[in-house]
């Protein structure tokens, strides 16, 4: 490590951390081989912290008195089977009932606002309290580790709304503390990739940090126009699916490995790659369970993500339907040494899905794979599902397009969905990426098992 990032780790950030009064330092000397203990200690430490969780939601909102009241009489004693009756919180449950879910026992000083950037269209307004977001700062530093960074080291990330030149306070923390530099994903631009490719190459970061879609641009715009190359220790690709196509490219460009990581903004990091290349679950802050049909989704099966923040006593977020899909893995140890169960893939969000006539469920990440990869002369395309039997694909067409590629959409169409499905090309300049700097390939308008 640098002397400049020792200097930031060892002085900078722990008196930062006293003139700010933030416990995350200390927060993250307990977390010290916290990833290492046996399961059944996980599990029994996990039950004491959702017990009082329950006894705090049950005591102090009115939201989770009601709704826990149902399925409980003693939360002090509730029980996993006890905790698997309880009802899924949705985004609309959060919508109708925020102020009744917020704690009275937390001041509202101590009450962070947070505005999620709404993947499926609608924004969700939420609080995280002050202790919650200490014990998350300091958790994300644990799995940053991972992927080689360490506090107080360089990053640059590619990022939307970057907000570290808010005010002076801000920018000196920056400079002093986080050195953050920043690419915004809403101007990506390629006098801007320019810049940023210089501010690189000036001042090398330990790790890059953004979007897979957004970190995949940035590499194959050094790529096409042969820049030379920015090589740091690591990549850490978050907040969306990670293709293989995106990965390879990402780490030819750049000459590291990517640590692909899920999270979102209400309960912030929910899984993580570890050196082994498994996306362990945050067992440190988060219980996360699958749910298919109402039911704990089998190993192998998809299932819609459901989490329970263990630290957001301001909010308490219990069941939560995160609103993505993914598949638990069959349990087997890690050689990594983490015990945190593993999930074998991440399959996008629940919206996402396409159900066929014949009533097979497929995901956006596969058909990404699977159709428009197999179409060379299509430069973008969009997947919308109307109805059960009918699909809008919204294409833009690249340089190779052709009679053929149509003949080609044809047989695929009819490959993937079955000869029932009918569908319409819709032909656009461009799709653009929404608010979040997200890119969506596929948006159903059905339900499905996961909704
Ligand atoms: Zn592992």
Redesign the pocket.
């Known amino acids: 490590m640098s002397l400049s990032g020792l200097f930031v780790r060892k002085v900078i950030a722990p008196l930062w951390a006293i003139k700010e009064g933030t416990p995350y330092l200390r927060h993250l000397k307990a977390l010290e081989g916290s990833k290492q203990r046996p399961v059944e200690e996980v599990q029994a430490e996990q039950l004491q912290r959702l017990r009082r969780l329950l006894v705090h939601a049950a005591a102090h909102t009115d939201f989770y008195r009601e709704r826990l009241s149902s399925v409980m009489e003693r939360p002090e004693t509730a029980t996993w089977e006890q905790f698997a009756q309880i009802p899924l919180l949705t985004k609309d449950d959060i919508r109708s009932n925020k102020e009744r879910m917020v704690a009275r026992t937390v001041p509202p000083d101590r009450l962070i606002p947070v505005k999620t950037s709404g993947s499926t269209g609608v924004s969700l307004d939420l609080f995280i309290d002050e202790d919650s977001a200490q014990w998350k700062r300091a958790v994300t530093i644990t799995y940053d580790r991972w992927a080689g960074w360490d506090l107080g080291e360089r990053v640059g990330a590619i990022w939307g709304n970057p907000d570290n030149r808010a005010n002076w306070r801000m920018y000196l923390r920056n400079v002093l503390l986080t050195r953050y530099e920043y690419l915004d994903t809403l101007k990506m631009d390629e006098r801007e990739m320019l810049r940023y490719h210089r501010i690189l190459r000036r001042k090398p970061p330990v790790i890059l940090f953004g979007h897979a879609h957004s970190l995949f641009l940035f590499a194959r715009f050094i790529q096409q126009k042969g820049l030379p190359a920015i090589t740091p220790r690591g990549i850490i690709s978050t907040c969306m699916v990670l293709h293989d196509f995106e990965r390879a490219t990402i780490e030819k460009v750049f000459g590291c490995r990517v640590t692909n990581r899920y999270g979102c903004e209400e309960v912030s990091l929910i899984a993580c790659?570890?050196?082994?290349?498994?996306m362990?679950l945050n067992g440190d802050t988060l219980i996360v369970e699958f749910i298919r049909d109402g039911k704990p989704a089998k190993p192998g099966e998809a299932g819609a993500i459901v989490v329970t923040d263990l630290t957001n006593y301001g909010m308490p977020f219990i069941r939560y339907k995160v609103g993505d899909v993914g598949i638990p893995s069959d349990g087997t140890t890690?050689?990594?040494?983490?015990t945190y169960p593993?999930m074998e893939s991440l399959e996008g969000r629940v919206a996402d899905y396409v159900v066929t006539p014949d009533g097979n469920y497929i995901s956006g990440i596969s058909l990404t794979e699977n159709f428009a990869m197999h179409l060379p002369g299509v430069k973008q395309m969009q997947i919308v599902q109307e109805k059960i039997d009918f699909l809008v694909f919204r294409i833009v067409r690249g340089a190779l397009f052709s009679e053929r590629t149509v003949a080609d959409i044809d047989r695929l169409a009819a490959e993937r969905f079955g000869s029932r499905m009918a569908y319409e090309i819709e032909y656009v300049d461009s799709i653009q990426s929404e608010r979040s700097g997200k890119y969506r390939f596929c948006i159903s308008k059905l339900p499905n098992p996961f909704s």
């Open positions: 790659e570890c050196p082994e290349g498994n362990h890690c050689a990594c040494g983490c593993v």
